[in-house]
C-alpha cells in the first residue's frame, strides 16, 4: 500500500528543522524536547497525514526556528452540490527553541483551487500541547475535539453560501479586507479587479465565492495596488505572503471578516 502525504524525506527538504532532534541551548532545563517528526508519526497513526510544512527562513538558531506542518484525513472531508469539495485540515506549528508550545488550528482546503483557509479561534479556542510531558493520549483527544466540531464549520459555510451580497456590500468586504492585509496605509484598489472570478465555479454573489475570490487574491498577491502619498502615487504588484505566520493571522481574521456579514 502506498504511504500516504508527503514522505519524511520531502519534508525534511522543506523544512529540515522538523527533524531536529535537540533543542535550543537558550531553552530551560524544564524543558522537555520532542521532534516534530514523532508528532508526525503520532498524526499518522490517527489517519492523519502531512499535506504542506513550512518553516520561518532564520539566520541564528538555524533547526531550532518555527515550523509548520499542515495535515490532511482524506476520509474526513465537507462535500457540496455544486463540486466546491472542502477538506479540513490541523495546522501544527512548533519551534525547538523553547519559544512556543505546539499550537494546534483548524484549517481548510478547498479543492477546486488547491488554497487553504484558516478558521477562526472564536470557534475552535486555543489547543496546545506544552513542552514538559507530550503524550499521545492527550494528542489523540486534541484531534478528536478538533473533528467534534467541525459540524461548526459546515454550519459557518453553509451561512456564508446562503449569505447574498450585493454590490455595495461585496465593495465593503474588499475595502475591509484590504485594511486587515495592509493596516493603516493610504491603499487604493480597484475592487472589480479583486473581485473577479478566477475560474467558473467561483462565480457568483454569494458570501463564500466572494470570500474565497478576496482570500485568495489577498494571500497570493495576484492584484495592483496604489500607495497614495503627498509627494508621488505609487502603483505596485501584490506580492505573495510568504512568511507563514503572516499568512496565518491574515486568513483568521478575513474568516472573521466574513462571518460579520453573515
Known amino acids: 500500500m502506498m504511504k500516504k502525504g508527503m514522505s519524511f524525506d520531502t519534508i525534511k527538504e522543506v523544512a529540515p528543522s522538523v527533524f531536529t532532534e535537540t533543542s535550543s541551548p537558550e531553552t530551560s532545563n524544564m524543558y522537555t524536547h520532542i521532534p516534530t517528526y514523532k508528532v508526525i508519526e503520532d498524526m499518522e497513526k490517527l489517519n492523519w497525514y502531512v499535506d504542506d510544512v513550512k518553516e520561518i ?9 518555527k515550523h509548520m506542518v499542515i495535515f490532511r484525513n482524506d476520509d474526513i472531508y465537507i462535500k457540496a452540490e455544486d463540486g466546491d469539495d472542502v477538506f479540513p485540515q490541523i495546522l501544527l506549528i512548533n519551534s525547538h ?37 507530550y503524550s499521545f493520549k492527550e494528542l489523540q483527544q ?37 485594511g486587515l492585509r495592509f493596516g493603516d496605509e493610504q491603499i487604493e484598489v480597484s475592487p472589480e479587479e479583486i473581485l473577479k472570478p478566477e475560474r467558473e465555479k467561483d462565480k457568483g454573489d454569494d458570501l463564500w465565492v466572494v470570500y474565497n475570490r478576496v482570500q485568495e487574491k489577498l494571500t497570493q ?24 505566520q503572516q499568512d496565518i493571522v491574515l486568513n483568521k ?8 456579514f453573515t
Open 253 to 260: 481574521k478575513l474568516y472573521e471578516l466574513a462571518e460579520s
Open 97 to 133: 527553541n523553547g519559544k512556543s508550545s505546539f499550537s494546534f488550528q483548524a484549517g481548510l482546503f478547498r479543492l477546486i483551487c488547491s488554497n487553504g483557509l484558516v478558521i477562526s479561534t472564536q470557534d475552535f479556542g486555543s489547543m496546545k500541547i506544552r513542552h514538559m510531558g
Open 57 to 65: 527562513k532564520a539566520r541564528k538558531g538555524i533547526g531550532f526556528q
Open 221 to 244: 498577491g495576484t492584484f495592483n495596488y496604489t500607495i497614495r502619498k503627498k509627494e508621488t502615487n505609487k502603483t505596485r504588484k501584490a506580492r505573495k505572503i510568504k512568511n507563514f
Open 142 to 178: 486534541l484531534i478528536s475535539s478538533v473533528v467534534d466540531k467541525m459540524p461548526l464549520v459546515v454550519e459557518s459555510m453553509n451561512k456564508f453560501r446562503e449569505k447574498q451580497l450585493n454590490q455595495d456590500e461585496q465593495f465593503k468586504f474588499v475595502m475591509e479586507a484590504i
